[in-house]
């Protein structure tokens, strides 16, 4: 099925062609690197957040190329978008790839040799002039899947970063990242902290910042919030700024939501005013800051908790000229509530057959 007849019921796109698999990793991929060009140029991210950012989203997007090997061929499982406020894959997807390689060993030992298969390639195609079948091509992919996609390149649903010097600018002495994808929202999240540490050695202490980081910080809610309980469970770290980037929605063909670029988009696709390919991305950026210091506990008990300011949030579209054109022409409030004009990015070409 080509990628005109992408099928979307309910809530989620199911991609059930090698063309639709080629058709949206391009199109993610496009975008995301895209992303990465517009955040550094725009200064989004400093010198130092960029070069984690850009490795979240290789992992993101090494993943979305995983599951497209994974199901090239498959004629029982198709791989799910998620069309509500995403239009990044279904968090399962993700699970399932990470479920798979642990089981590496296992599959394996089941598959057929390379080689036999190659041996029965060419003597269908060359000897007896017939396409090779499709369960035949299915267990090539699996091969491949199973031997060349590595688990540590896998986009978890928690990823941590590096613990480094912050730049010299910031207030603060360390800058840690991580990164996690939200199973309520279905889109991927990156997130930076600058602190402070009271203790003797941080190479003793990283371990607990790992761990109350996977257990307070891995999903979607109040930046405050989440500030607020990495600061009381770490007694010697002092936050002094938590920034997180939220990625998308991504508006493109495999969405259908309330939202009006969404809206927007498709309904030209539908008119063909625009190309199947015509995308848009919506990235927020959340900010909070320490502004002093309080007393938190029992007189023998007392921690120096931060005392948080409001949260900063900015807004950005990025998208080709032409969309911004379209925006600007139906929904010209929407572009007045962000924090810049959209941000032009380059158009992506796809020649669909």
Known sequence: MSVSHITTPLDTAVLDSKEQYVFYHTMLDFSLKELVVSTQRQQICNSKEIIFFKQYCDLLLYSVEAMRIKYMYDAEENMKIDLTDSGFPNYLEFRYLYNDLQLRKNYLGKLISPDILKEEFLHTLLHKKKPVEKDKLFQAVSVVYYTSVKEQYIFNRFVQGKIIDAPKNITADLLTSWSFYDVTTNRPYICFMYFDFAGDHMANYKRRLYNVLKSNADRDMKLDTMAYAIDKKLPEIHPKHIKRIDLGPLHTVFAKDKNEITHTILEAIGKKEIALAS????????????????????????QKMQRWNKIATQKYVLAPHRIIQLLYNKVPEVLHNLTKPPIQVADLKINKK
Do not use: I, P
């Open 279 to 302: 995308y848009a991305l919506s990235l927020t950026v959340d900010e909070v800051r320490s502004g002093g210091t309080f007393n938190e506990g029992s007189f023998f008990a007392k």
